[in-house]
């Protein structure tokens, strides 16, 4: 389990790019066969729009996406990821902090 805090949407895409490049280099080296989580503040709206993203966003999405939503879920299809929390209708999956939802990613 890795834990994280990304930056907020407002920062230069320089040190959102440099925050993917570490969260890759933390993930990489890791078997898909085994059970990985990132879990924290990915400071992301992932919205419910699901047209794109139908292998790693579930039908539990929450309001509009926003730029960081993009880049996460970008991120996600790109190295075999789910956004797991959008998966499940149970009360303590989907939570909201601020306007940002808790999100937390698995290996497909």
Do not use: W
């Not at 924290?40 to 960081?68: M, P």
């Not at 939503?69 to 149970?90: C, E, K, M, P």
């Amino acid at each position: 389990m890795s834990m994280c805090y990304a930056p907020i949407n407002e920062v230069d895409e320089d040190v959102k790019d440099n925050f993917y490049k570490i969260l890759h280099a933390v993930i990489k080296d890791i078997p898909k066969h085994d059970v990985m989580s990132v879990v924290g503040d990915l400071n992301t709206k992932v919205g419910s729009d699901r047209q794109y993203y139908t292998d790693i966003l579930g039908e539990q999405g929450l309001d509009d996406i926003n730029k960081n939503g993009t880049l996460l879920l970008d991120y996600g299809l790109s190295n075999d990821l789910v956004i797991s929390t959008t998966f499940s209708t149970a009360k303590q999956c989907i939570n909201t902090h601020g306007r940002h939802q808790a999100v937390q990613l698995r290996i497909r």
